[in-house]
């Protein structure tokens, strides 16, 4: 079932997006090389608490036996690894990497849900266009966001984009309707024919999340039970925003009025 906010549900949608945005901030400006991700882990979830948020991915159990319920505040994935990293303090961002981190804030009652990757120094030419391009593949999705269009016309508009630029996108994973709920439908995947699936009426709020490999498409899951890698080893990037579907344009409620203002998006 596809919930339609109300109005008091969307100022809350609206608070915990906010909350997910400043975390991205904050992540922007601290990450740094010989940091390990156990410790951008860490100011992630004291920058959500002080905001007044819970770490929703902390504790999140898919259901899946043998899986353990998913340990750290956010995911955080480098290089190779596509989603769902475990945050570790053996695990060493180093210059010249590509981290992607993907956290959930849990704020009276509402999620709030992004993704950005981060560059670390100076990255390759190769590294920053995978990343360019899987933002890009965002923008071009909620085009289609709006009242009068399907689901399907958001992933193929994300799906035919990045093919266009010589990349893949990963095919088991994809956005999804939020809420009271971390994962609410509908089931938003980065390819697809347009004209199909639900229609997309003002009130709802969806995760939508291009996740974009360099190589092929294909992926391999580690013994962790969480750890997403490419199989050939090429990188990965991944970029998610929180929208409201309004009778106009898209909201975007997970990104700061700075970086609106930086892309001049509203
Ligand atoms: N935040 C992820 C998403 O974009 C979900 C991560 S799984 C979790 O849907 F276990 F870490 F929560
Ligand atoms: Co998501």
Redesign the pocket.
């Known amino acids: 079932m596809i919930t339609i906010k109300n109005k008091k549900e969307i100022e809350l949608m609206r608070e915990a997006g906010k909350v997910v945005a400043l975390v991205y901030e904050e992540l922007k400006n601290k990450i740094k090389p010989g940091m390990t991700t156990y410790e951008l882990d860490q100011i992630a979830e004291e920058k959500m608490k002080s905001l007044g948020a819970i770490p929703?991915?902390?504790g999140?159990?898919?259901g899946v036996k043998g899986v353990p319920?998913?340990p750290?505040a956010?995911?955080i994935s480098v290089n190779d690894e596509v989603?769902?990293g475990i945050p570790s303090k053996n695990k060493i961002i180093h210059e010249g990497d590509i981290v992607s981190v993907?956290?959930?804030a849990l704020k009276n009652g509402y999620n709030g849900?992004?993704?950005r990757t981060f560059t670390v120094g100076k990255v390759s030419k190769d590294a920053q266009r995978l990343i360019d391009v899987t933002k890009q593949a965002f923008f071009e999705g909620i085009k289609y966001a709006k009242v009068g269009y399907r689901i399907g016309d958001i992933s193929n508009a994300i799906g035919t984009y990045v093919q266009s630029q010589g990349y893949s996108v990963v095919r088991e994973?994809q956005?999804?309707g939020?809420g009271a709920d971390?994962?609410e439908d509908p089931g938003i995947p980065n390819y697809g024919k347009a004209g199909r699936g639900a229609r997309i009426e003002a009130g709802m709020t969806l995760?939508i999340?291009p996740m974009v490999i360099a190589g092929k498409p294909d992926i391999l899951e580690l013994d962790d039970g969480?750890t997403i890698i490419t199989e050939d080893g090429s990188l990965a990037a991944?970029y998610?925003n929180t929208v409201l579907i309004t009778d106009g344009e898209p909201e975007i409620l997970t990104m700061t009025k700075q970086e609106k203002a930086e892309m001049k998006v509203k």
Do not use: L, Q, R, S
Request: hydrophobic letters at 40%.
């Open positions: 929703a991915e902390k999140y159990d898919i319920p998913y750290a956010t995911c989603i769902h993907d956290t959930v849900d992004a993704a994973f956005g999804h939020i971390m994962h995760a999340e969480w991944h998610e």
